[in-house]
């Protein structure tokens, strides 16, 4: 019994290091790219792979506020799940659990203030936006949302012309009803 305990010591050890570390908030400058626009952000916080910003950088680098009603841009206004509002609005006293907004008022009273804090990348993942996170060079690009994409509203393909190998123009729609094998090519 005392060897195998002097086996899992060290292991213990650094299994209670890790989540010491991964316990604290690790403030970051930052850059986002929202929109195709990059914004630098001097204060984010980093929480468990999260991006958390302050909501005046929020509207700053992506022109959302918080609001009553949820995230609004223009007419967009984007409801928080009030049972989950913790996971996407925190109080500056720190980013442990315990910081945690827990009320629809105290929720709406922070999210105006300066030291409220928004979690950018849950956002994300409610509004089903991917996001690309370079941990080097301290980099967050996020994707359209879903109501930005344009869906295929119908399984025909959009008409082209292109040159054959002889140079005899084609058009797509020359061959509508019929089945096409359509094979690309790039030397890149």
Known sequence: MKVLFLHLAPVLVALLLTVEISAQTKNVRTTIVYDDVATSVSAAR??????????????RATRFEVKPQGVCRD????????????????????????SGVGSDTSANKSAGSD???FNLSGFASL???????DTAESVWYFGLRSDQRQWISSLQAPDFTLPDINGKMHSLSDFRGKKVLLLTWASW
């Open 46 to 59: 980093e929480d468990a792979g999260q991006l958390w910003i302050t909501t005046a950088d929020l509207k």
């Open 127 to 133: 509004t089903h936006q991917a996001v690309a996170h």
């Open 115 to 117: 030291n409220a804090w």
């Open 75 to 98: 007419e967009i206004c984007i409801p928080l799940p009030k049972a989950r509002k913790q996971e996407f609005l925190r109080k500056d006293s720190g980013l442990g659990a315990s």
